[in-house]
């Protein structure tokens, strides 16, 4: 399958390799609990649209939480309506937007969800977003960011079925974006215990209990 519809040098791209896409282009169904972490720390008021929306790993999830969400994706995965290529198709304007974008169009995505959207707007990215020249100027001097929720047990990406407890490699965060927030977002942490088979409780490896000067 091309990847002709991404626009690979608009952003930097990330220092750590994925697993092979074996779905066709960036696809990587975010694990369930990512996405009960964002509704268990944000409310929703009005209907979603996950325009981006795979195979309903997210969308699933979302509407088990009682929201109604309209899926969509731009390419053929089973799920919601296919076909739709969100930076371009005008389905009007949304109450809320959360998605998972793909990776290298997520400035595009951030952009087009504000002009798609009137209350909020939550997309799951890397934690590396935050930085960059191009979207200091472009994104975070221009767009309402409200909160940015940080994972502090890592999301892994695996291949449809394949959740697994192991560490990840790639810090991720919710980022939520606020029609009306006027000043600085606020960083949150989503708390720990939530990740399938994470431990409560952190130790070193040698048994005992962290301390801060094992930090430091
Ligand atoms: C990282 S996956 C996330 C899937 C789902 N949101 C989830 O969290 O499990 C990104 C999805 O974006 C879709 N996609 C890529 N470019 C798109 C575009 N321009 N418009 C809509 N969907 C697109 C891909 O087909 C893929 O399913």
Redesign the pocket.
């Given at each position: 399958m091309t990847q002709a519809?991404y626009s690979s040098n608009s952003y930097p791209q990330p220092t750590t390799k994925r697993r092979v896409d074996s779905g066709?282009?960036?696809?990587?169904?975010?694990p369930r609990w990512a996405t009960q972490a964002l509704v268990d720390h944000e409310s929703f008021k009005g209907t979603v649209w996950?325009?981006?929306?795979?195979?309903g790993?997210?969308s699933e999830v979302l509407e088990e939480n009682g929201l109604r969400v309209f899926s969509?994706?731009?390419?053929v995965?089973g799920f919601g309506k296919s076909g739709?290529?969100?930076?371009k198709y005008d389905t009007g304007v949304w109450p809320n937007i959360i998605?998972?974008?793909?990776?290298n169009?997520a400035g595009e995505f951030v952009l087009r969800a504000l002009k798609k959207s009137e209350k909020k707007v939550s997309l799951?990215l890397r934690l590396a977003f935050l930085e960059g020249a191009a979207r200091q100027q472009n994104i975070f001097q221009k767009t309402p960011l409200a909160r940015v929720w940080v994972f502090s047990e890592r999301v892994t990406f695996y291949p449809k079925g394949e959740e697994r407890a192991s560490g990840g490699t790639t810090a991720y965060a919710w980022f939520v974006w606020e029609h009306g927030h006027v000043g600085s977002p606020e960083i949150k942490w989503i708390s720990l215990g939530r990740k399938p088979g994470s431990r409560k409780g952190y130790k070193s490896p040698l048994g005992k209990k962290l301390t801060l000067s094992d930090l430091r």
């Open positions: 519809n066709g282009p960036d696809f990587y169904p975010t996950e325009p981006a929306c795979g195979d790993a997210m969509s994706d731009l390419h995965r739709v290529d969100f930076l998605t998972n974008p793909p990776y169009l799951l």
